[in-house]
């Protein structure tokens, strides 16, 4: 049971345009969503979260939007640069104390120069 | 740099043998985290340490264990090696309590012969 789901394996935009990366989620008793990004041949580095209290939250060229209803975050990068070119992860967790990560499959990010 | 130490970065083995991946968390971190990646797969969770106990298990096999030591550094160990077994493994750290980023190493590549 795939609880974060990314449906599109690939993404690819001009530099300078917006690129918008998908999760969907099927616990709604989630209620913290990270984004991260992975470049080769090292970890997944945090980019930007939300709470499930907030619908937006902003971060220079990176906004996170949280549409609790369909269950579904997205990533707005704006303007994409070709080092945003990466594998995109989304994340969440549980109101607990643990603070375990359930990840999607990753989108592969190419921003073309 | 994420503060988070990973050691090796990379490791050959044969099936049947056991090995030991070593982490050490960003500084005031007393959670660890271990993440399992297979090929073309999402971070699967396997287990949280907190402040030297376990604090939650995810799809851990019972070959695979794991501990945190007083200085907080984390061993996982793998036992009875098989082939699916090739994978990377990442720790991650956090602060205290959930609704934080964890922060990952640069994971160990394990290669089963």
């Known amino acids: 049971d795939q609880q974060v789901k990314q449906n599109s394996p690939s993404l690819s935009v001009q530099e300078g345009r917006i690129s918008i990366l998908n999760c969907d989620y099927t616990?709604?008793?989630?209620?913290?969503f990270l984004w991260y990004k992975k470049y080769p041949a090292e970890g997944p580095t945090f980019l930007i979260s939300?709470?499930?209290?907030?619908d937006k939250n902003e971060d220079g060229r990176f906004t996170v939007f949280l549409n609790k209803s369909a269950k579904h975050l997205s990533l707005h990068i704006v303007p994409s640069q070709p080092g945003d070119s990466a594998v995109y992860f989304c994340a969440a967790s549980r109101g607990s104390n643990t603070g375990k990560l359930i990840f999607g499959q990753g989108t592969t990010l190419q921003v073309k120069p | 740099d994420s503060g988070v130490t990973q050691t090796p970065k990379h490791l050959i083995t044969a099936t049947g043998q056991r090995v030991t991946l070593r982490c050490s968390p960003r500084?005031?971190?007393?959670?660890v985290y271990w993440y399992q990646q297979s090929l073309d797969q999402g971070l699967q969770f396997l287990i949280q340490y907190y402040n030297g106990e376990e604090r939650a298990k995810g799809n851990i096999l019972e070959r695979f264990s794991a501990q945190q030591f007083p200085d907080l550094h984390s061993e996982l160990n793998l036992s009875s090696l098989e082939l699916g077994d090739s994978a990377l493994y990442f720790c991650?750290?956090?602060?205290?309590?959930?609704?934080?980023?964890?922060?990952f190493g640069d994971g160990t590549r394990l290669s089963i012969l």
């Open positions: 616990n709604s008793m989630f209620d913290y």
């Open positions: 991650a750290s956090g602060p205290t309590g959930s609704n934080q980023p964890q922060h």
């Open positions: 939300i709470s499930s209290i907030k």
């Open positions: 500084s005031g971190d007393l959670s």
